[in-house]
Every structure is written in C-alpha cells, then in structure tokens.
C-alpha cells in the first residue's frame, strides 16, 4: 500500500464512512463545526475562490420551515439530525478574490465579470469545498447525511437570496440505531482509469 495517511484514518474517512440516515439526539457544538471549517478551508478551489456558504439551521422554527423544503423520504431524517448545514455557492464570491488572490487580484475582474461565468465557476468549486466539508464532518468522528432531495427554489428563497445557489442539505451527527443502508458497489480501477 502506497498511502501514507494511517489505516484508521483511512477507515474512518472512506471505507467505514457511509451516509447516515439516523443519529442519536447527541448536540453538535459550533466548536465541532468551526473545527471542522478550519481543517476543510485549506482544500484548493481554482484561484482560491472559496465560494462555499453555509448556513446552520438550529432552530426549531428554522428547522420546520426547512423540512417542509424537503423530499417527503428526507423529512424525517432532516427533523430528528442534532444539526443540518445548507450548503450553497455564493455568486459573488469574486468580491473576495483581492483578498484570498492576492497574487493576481486583477482576477476579479479580468474572469469573474460576467454573472453566468460566476455562476458556473461558484457551483463548481462549492460542489469541491461540499466534498470536502463531508469528509471534515468524518474527520470529527460525526457522520454525515448529504441529500439533494428538496425543493431547490424553496429552500433559497427561505433561508438565502438570488445571490446563492443551494447545492445540497447535509444532516449531522452520531450515527443511531440502523443509521446505514448496505455499502453499494463501487466501480473498479480499471472501469475509471484511463492512461493515454
């Protein structure tokens, strides 16, 4: 084996990590959460645009509002989690880049002028920082349970603005009793790699 990073850590990162469906009523603090951000903001993004937006929904009132978003099967995982994080691509997030850029803070204007351009370039490297912000989640031994299942327009129009596309809805916690569906296959090495 090649890898340096410890078994165990490989373990609880990829290969014992699944999506859970269940969590025990155990709190995330906002400690583990800023734990969390701290590790995962130093995964690279093309020109260190960092548009990844993440709104904590705490409250119960916010949560009920956010579960009627929801698709009818995700509902009741989305109500019973200790903690779910909306997470979206800011838009605008080139109004940064002079300052996460500083090598070229020209850039902001010289590729990031046109709105369309933004968008594409937002949802891409939020979708990259969402990936990683799971494996942050593992890192911090609490499981997560990312769904795309919701009411897209719904869900920006109550809790964000025309300038974020939400991207996903991520459930956080311990794992509960029966919180994993059976690991699915995975295609093999040579189905994805290609050398030329």
Do not use: C
Request: no cysteine; net charge negative; hydrophobic share 45%.
């Amino acid at each position: 084996m090649s890898l340096v990073l410890d078994p165990a850590a490989q373990d609880l990162l990829f290969r014992e990590a699944r999506t859970a469906n269940t969590f025990t009523d155990e709190p995330v603090t906002d400690e583990q959460v800023q734990a969390i951000y701290d590790l995962v903001k130093y995964g690279p993004t093309a020109f260190n645009q960092t548009p990844l937006r993440i709104t904590l929904v705490r409250s119960p009132e916010a949560r009920e509002r956010l579960v009627r978003h929801m698709a009818e099967g995700n509902q009741p995982k989305t109500a019973a989690a200790p903690l779910v994080a909306i997470l979206s691509a800011d838009n605008e997030f080139h109004e940064e880049l002079p300052h996460l850029f500083p090598a070229m803070p020209q850039v902001k204007d010289l590729f990031f002028a046109e709105r369309p351009v933004r968008e594409n370039a937002a949802t891409l490297n939020a979708a990259l920082q969402a990936a990683y912000f799971i494996v942050g989640v593992r890192a911090a031994g609490l499981a997560a349970g990312p769904m795309t299942g919701f009411d897209f327009e719904g869900v920006r129009k109550e809790f964000l603005d025309d300038d974020h596309t939400p991207l996903m809805v991520v459930n956080i916690g311990r794992p509960g009793p029966d919180a994993w569906y059976p690991r699915s296959p995975r295609l093999e090495f040579d189905q994805v790699v290609t050398t030329v």
